[in-house]
């Protein structure tokens, strides 16, 4: 067996060392910031203007103005049917969690061109500190249902 030792200064050795240590931290923090780069930006909606110009972004006809807006502060706690309506917004990338005891703005518009419906469909556009939190599209009757704001396949 054969042993092979190297004498190195020790001003070698910690520098060594500190550029193995400074290109892991380096390595580290890109992983980091790739990971919140990919996060999605807040859906902006300060004004009318841009409610519509999102709704319209996923497919929605819409009336140029909301036929409601109200104010409304959501629980301190996830009970139903906030829980139910909180799992609907998950599928489509939302979550009411991070804004309980929050007071939010809907703004309801009447939708046009829900496919075999041609009346008795809203949009509702869930709005906290001008973005996007939440959002839903209701449609009434006997076969009513409420779904997420994207927009219906075609059959």
Do not use: H
């Not at 049917?81 to 804004?99: E, H, I, K, M, V």
């Amino acid at each position: 067996m054969f042993i092979l030792t190297a004498k190195a200064p020790r001003l070698r050795s910690l520098l060594l060392c500190t550029a193995v240590l400074l290109t892991a931290l380096a390595a580290i923090l890109a992983l980091r910031s790739r990971g919140t780069e990919q996060a999605e930006a807040p859906l902006r909606a300060e004004t009318n203007e841009q409610r519509v110009a999102y709704l319209t972004s996923l497919g929605w006809t819409v009336d140029p103005e909301p036929i409601e807006t109200l104010r409304l502060t959501l629980p301190d706690e996830l009970i139903e049917p906030y829980r139910s309506y909180n799992a609907l917004q998950l599928r489509q990338g939302f979550d009411l969690t991070p804004l309980l005891g929050e007071t939010l703005e809907r703004c309801t518009y009447r939708v046009r061109n829900y496919p075999d419906r041609p009346r008795g469909c809203q949009a509702d556009l869930y709005i906290c500190d001008g973005a996007v939190v939440a959002g839903d599209v209701v449609c009434t009757g006997a076969d009513g249902f409420i779904g997420t704001l994207e927009f219906p396949a075609a059959k």
